[in-house]
Each structure stands twice: as structure tokens, then as C-alpha cells.
């Protein structure tokens, strides 16, 4: 688990049926790219958020795949349509296999 | 893309544009105005404005801190709020355990630095000071991830509220110190903050656009290194620039520097945590 | 007020195959076989997207990007200079609200960043534009 992983969503709190929203995302962590090299003179591993998907109420809004050109603290915004009342999940996959999860639930109004 | 409407100024000082922003022009950040130009302090001879680092920064730049989402300082704010309730050392507390809210500290980082028995204490030796006497916790490096998210946390419950540094009665000695070594040529390239932040503030130095060094905004998130930076780290890396050896984060020169820079500054509105280049 | 960034929408309907490009990155076989793997060898043609970059990006770590291609069922990124040209591909699923996606790359030096656009109905779109990255002078 890459180390103080933290996820920050923006959705608006209520939205009209049918209505399309934005949505913006980021989350902190280091996307190291795998070009960097120590003191040594060794290259640093490649070690990045390289998945991102947003669903809603189970339905995929969007599914992106990350490679190490996205910068540090990775900055995703987007455009959903909002159907009805529920709840977005936003889910960022790691190298290291671990899965980062945060969500958001939207009102009909 | 960018939600331009929250600038209430048009400000065409961008790259290869030395125009500077209109008379009455301020810088909104969700609702709250935010002072990026002020009357130089009467101490100050050679300005007679003063303008934030913001106004320097391309478009690009200064939309990034136009919104406290889009601004990535926030992501390091958001783990100091969780750092705040966190209990560490013998003592079992946490800030939490003392202050209630972090929010009781608005007014504080306007007057930072300030002199106390006699010493100059930033916002780091505060937050130290809580740590090893009253936690009885270890102390954070002065420019660690730790320290540069809670001095955000906390400078940013002033955003907007006016620098007021003092500069007299005990603070003069360290104050004349500052100013000093401010104008102190050193290093092999022989040159002084004034150098570049007084005498050629706005001209470009190869690629960068000149700002008048205020200090307002620290510790600022910068796109160079993608984290928050520290006062004392920015002097740092300066002086690094100027090949000089730099002077110790946490040290006497820089307490001093950091006081007269602040007072440069009194005027303007804190701005913290602010984005840079 | 003055916007530095510049659009870059190429108009429609000129049916050019992509293989030409007007000036080989450094990397240039990278970028191809990217392009192929995504597009299958099929001809790209330009326009109908719209790629929104700065002119000149105050720094090369941290590059913000839009991309927009109505009718687009998947964009793809590319930046032609970096020593790895992939940069993300947005996927879009049966709830996205517009076919588009702002992120932040980085960019190793001055380069034309690419995007390329599978639309729904199989055919492929793309537009590029120039983002000149500064060394600074102090800042670094």
C-alpha cells in the first residue's frame, strides 16, 4: 500500500433527472514513473495509479487507465449523466495491487 | 473549462505581458477576497506596490488556486485535518485534545512571524513547541510533509485576512537582521534576494517569471516539485540557484529573513496554501 | 480575459491518413506503435475533437488537459516527446455525461501531445497540438 493514499471527490449535492453533471476527482500519490533514478544511479521501479473507474448506481460512467505521463496527486474531471437518486463510486487501482475506494451519494432536486 | 467566473479581476500579466492587474483588483477563491496587491509598507523604499506571487503565474497557474478543489495544496491539508485528531506521544493527546477546532487559530499566521523572550518564533517552532512539551511527541523536520500540511491547515483558517507583521520594539534587532542579509549579496554568483525580487521583479530570468518574493502564500504547492514547500525551503533552494551554502532551515538567519520578507508583505492578504510554478 | 491556452479543433473532412506526421518526435516508432494498438491500423482521420492545451506550460511536471470528442466511445492521450508517449485513455461508459476528460500530465520538454479518438461507430479521429515546457530560470 502506497503510503497517505488519500482520495477527494467533488459532485454536486442534488441534481435535476437526467441531468449531467461534473464530477472532479484527484487522489495523493506519487505516480512514480519508473524514469526517475537514485543516488545511486539505479531506476527508481515504476509504481503509479494506473486504473481509475467512476460508476453509479452499478453502471460505468467512466473507466480510465493511467500511465506514469499523469502527474503526482493525479487530477481526473468528468461528466456523468444522473438518471436518478444514488450513489457514486470512484475506485483507483494501484501497481502494488492495492484498490483505493471513496463515494459520493447525489439527490433528485 | 476553468470556471473564470470567480475572477473578479482581468489580468492579461502573463508570460511576455508585463500588464499589470486593474485598480481595484482582488482575487476570489469561493466567495472569500483574497488581496494580491496592496501600497508598499512605508518601510519599504524601493516599491511602491505590492503584489502577490499569484499575479506573476501563468493562467494556468493562477487558476489552479482559483478553487479549493482544483488547488492540490488541499489534498495535503485534507491530511493534516486527519493529523490534527491524531493522538501521538507520551502524553496520549492530540492537537484535538487542546484545540478544539483548528479554525480558533484565524489571526495567527498574519502576525507570523513574531518575537517572543527575545527569539523570532515561526509557525514550525509553535507547532514543535505543542509537540515535544505538551504531546511529548517527537518533533517534525521543518520541511517535512508533516509540518508543511499543518502549517497549511493552520495558515489557512487566515486566508484573506490582512499580513501584519510587527517590526518593532523587540522584533527591530532581528527585524534590521532580515533586512540585512535580504540585501546581501552572496554566493558564487554574487547576487541578492533584492537582486532579482526588488530591482527586477516581472523581467524574465531565462524562462521564470520574476515575482516579488512575498512570502504570503507559504508554503505554497509548486508545480516543480509537486508538494507543499516551507518558507525556509524555498530560501534554501534559492540560495542553491545563487551557488551559495545555504543557511540551516530553523536557523537564526532564516527566522530573521523570514520576519523582514513577512513585513514586506504587510498589506496583502494571506493567501495560504497557494499554487506556484 | 487573455487565454493562453489554445484550442485546437481541426475542421472536418479532410481525409488524411495519419501515418505523415509533420515533425518525428524523437520517439516516433513509440507513438506508432501506440496509434496501431489502438486503432488496429485503421486510417485516423483529423477532426471532431477538440484537445485544449496551454501554449506554453509554466511547468513541464504538471500540464492540465482537456480532450473532447462527442460521439467518441474511447480518447486516447499521447504525448510524442516523453520517453514513454502514453499518457491515459479514457473509457467511456453508458452513463458518462459528455465524451470528454481534464486531467494533469507531465511533459518532458516542448512536444506536440496527441489525441486520438475511437468513435462509435468504429472510425477514428485526432487532433494534436504543440505545448512548448519552459526550463526555468530560478524556480528551476
Known sequence: MAKNVKPRVKVPKSAAAGETITVKTMISHKMESGQRKDSDGNKIPRSIINRFTCDFNGQNVIDVTLEPAISTNPYLQFDAVVPEAGEFKFTWYDDDGSVYDTSKKIAIG | MTMRTLLAISISALVGSLAWAGEDSSLVIDGEVIKIRATAPAHVDALDEVYSGWVFRTDETQALQMDDFENPAFVFVDQAIDMFSKVEGTEGKSCASCHDDVAEFAGLRPTMPRVVDGEVVTMEDMVNGCRTKRMGAEPWK??????????????????????????????????????????????QLDMSCANCHEDNYGNMIRADHLSQGQINGFPTYRLKNTKLNSIHGRFKGCMKNIRATPYKEGGEEFKALELYLASRGNGLSVETPSARN | MTLSRRDFVI??????????????????????????????????????????????????????????????????????????????????????????????????????????????????????????????????
Not at chain 2, 485576512?161 to 520594539?169: P, Q, Y
Not at chain 3, 467511456?92 to 459528455?98: A, H, T, V
Not at chain 3, 481534464?102 to 504543440?130: C, H, P, W, Y
Open chain 2, 142 to 187: 521543518w520541511s517535512s510533509g508533516s509540518m508543511t500540511a499543518m502549517t497549511a491547515l493552520i495558515g489557512l483558517q487566515s486566508r484573506g485576512m490582512e499580513i501584519n507583521v510587527k517590526i518593532d520594539g523587540d522584533a527591530a534587532e532581528h527585524w534590521e537582521a532580515g533586512k540585512e542579509l535580504y540585501y546581501t549579496r552572496v554566493g
Open chain 3, 11 to 140: 475542421g472536418a473532412g479532410c481525409g488524411v491518413a495519419f501515418a505523415s506526421m509533420t515533425s518525428l518526435p524523437a520517439y516516433a516508432s513509440l507513438v506508432e506503435d501506440s496509434i496501431a494498438a489502438f486503432t488496429g491500423g485503421a486510417d485516423v482521420v483529423s477532426g471532431d475533437i477538440v484537445l485544449d492545451a496551454p501554449e506554453i506550460a509554466e511547468n513541464g511536471n504538471t500540464v492540465p488537459i482537456e480532450v473532447s470528442a462527442p460521439g467518441a466511445a474511447s480518447i486516447m492521450l499521447l504525448a510524442t516527446g516523453n520517453p514513454v508517449p502514453a499518457v491515459a485513455t479514457f473509457n467511456f461508459g453508458p452513463l458518462s455525461g459528455s465524451r470528454s476528460g481534464n486531467t494533469r500530465i507531465r511533459l518532458i520538454k516542448t512536444q506536440e501531445v496527441m489525441a486520438i479518438a475511437k468513435m462509435e461507430d468504429g472510425s477514428f479521429r485526432s487532433a494534436q497540438t504543440t505545448v512548448k515546457v519552459t526550463i526555468g530560470g530560478c524556480g528551476g
